[in-house]
């Protein structure tokens, strides 16, 4: 029998088979993402006063454009002014767009709430994370500045009856609220960009 087939194997050589490791996304670029998403959140919530000013400077344009009600900002505060009748007499009244009817508190606390999943959600595509939280911005803006507009507008038709309810029921922090949660729907793995999908991408 050939001596080349009987013969051990060498014991100084090893041979190991190691697991090829997928190795996890970057960390810096997501938080450079990251980062002015957080500063435009805390900019939102410590500027709160310039960002219901430019509400109600939208709100009267809204007005004036959609309802045909002369509405304007007489001052750098956001105090908005808008025609109504008293015992059929054309007069001006005002309404003082406060913390409860402004949308600053729900677009700072989404943009911080976007930057915090920015950096800690590293599974999810930074892209998709982004796309989904300036949608969400947006759409809390719009339905903001529209409940605003209503608050409005149901003021000058009905009085404080209008107001009430406008801002108690139908307009109340539930909408926002309602809005906020129809606006997490893009970010489950359903949803708009399919965020959550595993990735290894920044």
């Not at 900019?43 to 309802?67: I, K, P, S, T, Y």
């Not at 922090?173 to 906020?180: D, G, R, Y």
Request: net charge neutral; hydrophobic share 55%.
């Amino acid at each position: 029998m050939d001596d080349a087939l009987t013969e051990a194997p060498d014991p100084s050589v090893e041979i190991r088979i190691v697991g090829a490791r997928t190795p996890p996304p970057a960390v810096g670029p997501r938080l450079l993402a990251a980062a002015p998403v957080a500063v435009l959140g805390i900019a939102a919530l410590l500027g709160a006063d310039r960002f219901r000013h430019g509400e109600a400077v939208l709100a009267a344009r809204l007005l004036d454009q959609v309802f045909s009600r002369p509405a304007m900002v007489p001052s750098a505060g956001p105090l908005l002014s808008y025609e109504t009748t008293a015992g059929g007499v054309p007069v001006w009244a005002a309404v003082l767009v406060t913390g409860p009817v402004s949308a600053s508190w729900w677009v700072g606390g989404a943009l911080l709430a976007v930057a915090l999943m920015l950096a800690l959600w590293r599974r999810a595509p930074a892209a998709g994370l982004l796309v989904a939280g300036m949608t969400t911005v947006a759409v809390l803006g719009v339905v903001g500045t529209a409940r605003t507009v209503l608050v409005v507008e149901a003021t000058a038709r009905w009085g404080d009856t209008g107001f009430a309810w406008m801002m108690h029921t139908v307009g109340g922090p539930a909408l926002m609220a309602s809005t906020l949660c129809l606006c997490a729907l893009l970010f489950t793995p359903a949803g708009l960009l399919g965020v959550a999908r595993p990735t290894g991408d920044a």
